[in-house]
């Protein structure tokens, strides 16, 4: 099992960023990814950034160019780095992971973005 643990969610102003953080309780070699997904009100679960085992990095098309994910495989992390924030980047921020067959989802972090 993997236990996600995320941080870093709140409040910011159009234009501005926030850093999300995930910790894992174990390695991340032993992942087959790790990343980030998030949920609107009303709306389905999307991805946002997730980094696999083969280092293929993928982006969700709303988020390209001012979202970047990265980890420290040392601290059992992963990050987001958001830039550049919008109002439509509000959502829960889940953190998932895969490892042999299952999926682990994080309590999630709410960020919202003010206009």
């Known amino acids: 099992q993997v236990q996600l643990e995320e941080s870093g969610g709140g409040l910011v102003q159009a234009g501005g960023s926030l850093r999300l953080s995930c910790t894992a309780s174990?390695?991340?070699?032993?992942?087959?990814?790790i990343g980030w997904y998030r949920q609107a009100p009303g709306k389905e679960r999307e991805l946002v950034a997730s980094?696999?085992?083969?280092?293929?990095?993928n982006y969700g098309d709303s988020v390209k160019g001012r979202f970047t994910i990265s980890r420290d495989n040392a601290k059992k992390s992963v990050y987001l780095q958001m830039n550049n924030l919008k109002p439509e980047d509000t959502a829960v921020y889940y953190c998932?992971?895969?490892?042999?067959?299952?999926?682990?989802w994080g309590q999630g972090t709410q960020v919202t973005v003010s206009a």
């Open positions: 998932n992971a895969e490892f042999l067959s299952s999926t682990y």
């Open positions: 174990r390695s991340l070699f032993g992942l087959n990814a």
């Open positions: 980094t696999r085992i083969s280092g293929r990095i």
